[in-house]
């Protein structure tokens, strides 16, 4: 094996860091969800249970975070939406550099969503306030395009490396 795919392969408890504190993300926003729609159904129903006026901008709010990050979690997992009818068709070398295009366009979109996300969750964003929550910036509803996006860079630039490392490290059996 190349030097240079050793060292590269020392970054892969890196990855694994950046995609474990992301699902950790995904699953603390799920509860907080799941808590927040809870007490707000129950408020509804039950009198002494409150029903704050805020829970359903929270709840939106974090499903959008879950939604981005979990399609970014998918880009690691190579479970994202792809086309795989004709790959028993087409020549392994062709499907190899379809996969690191298709790579590099998601690694463009990555690098779009941080730029525009970021100026739209600092521009727009940041303008305006929750409607419920007059003292909390409307940032927090911009700010997972770009964090979403920085993860698919993250993702992205494994996935582009483990097909070119594929391309010259033949996995012993």
């Known amino acids: 094996m190349p030097s240079i795919f050793v060292t590269i392969d020392k970054i892969r408890p890196v990855y694994d860091a950046v995609y474990k504190f992301v699902m950790l993300i995904c699953k603390l926003l799920l509860i907080a969800d799941i808590l927040i729609t809870t007490m707000a159904v129950c408020g509804r129903y039950i009198p002494i249970i409150p029903d704050p006026a805020w829970s359903e901008e929270v709840v939106l709010t974090c499903m959008s975070y879950m939604a981005v990050l979990s399609a970014a979690l998918s880009i690691r997992r190579g479970a ?4 795989t009818a004709l ?4 020549p392994k070398k062709l499907i190899k550099f379809l996969d690191i295009l298709a790579d590099i366009a998601v ?6 969503m941080i730029t525009v996300g970021w100026s739209y969750a600092t521009g727009l964003g940041s303008k305006g ?11 927090w509803m911009y700010f997972p395009v770009p964090l979403a996006g920085a993860a698919m860079l993250v993702f ?10 594929s391309i010259f490290v033949k996995e012993e059996a």
Do not use: C, Q
Request: no cysteine; aromatic share 12%.
């Open 156 to 165: 992205e630039l494994e996935a582009i490396y483990n097909h070119i490392r």
């Open 80 to 83: 994202h939406i792809r086309m």
């Open 87 to 90: 790959d028993p068709f087409l």
């Open 107 to 112: 690694l463009g979109l990555a690098v779009i």
């Open 129 to 139: 306030t929750y409607v419920s929550m007059p003292k909390v910036s409307r940032f």
